[in-house]
């Protein structure tokens, strides 16, 4: 469980966790560069990334915003933060939104053991 945490934090690859999935700055490589699997299964593959990257938005904001509600926050004041956060949020959900939607297609649907 560690392991597998740690290797999502270092953004590596969902089958060996030793290949980087990013080469630079929003930068995927195609293929992992320690096993060979290549990343995107099918055409849309990065499609349910994007769901996933709707619940780290909720999951991380959700909680803020119901703070500064509770705190009464004048709801304007509330909007501008959570949109500053929204922006703040948009390049590391994206990355981590990827590797994870990875390690969760790795998990419902292995890829054979490579040798
Ligand atoms: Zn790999």
Request: hydrophobic share 50%.
């Amino acid at each position: 469980m560690v392991n597998w945490l740690m290797a999502i934090l270092r953004l590596r690859c969902s089958h060996c966790r030793q290949g980087h999935v990013f080469r630079g700055f929003l930068r995927m490589n195609e293929t992992c560069p320690h096993c060979g699997i290549r990343y995107e299964r099918e055409q849309g593959y990065w499609m349910m990334s994007v769901f996933v990257g709707y619940v780290m938005y909720f999951v991380i904001l959700g909680p803020i915003s119901l703070v500064l509600y509770l705190q009464k926050v004048p709801l304007m004041t509330l909007f501008a933060i959570v949109g500053v956060l929204i922006a703040l949020l948009a390049v590391p959900i994206f990355i981590y939104a990827r590797v994870i939607w990875l390690y969760i297609d790795e998990l419902l649907d292995p890829r054979p053991k490579q040798n």
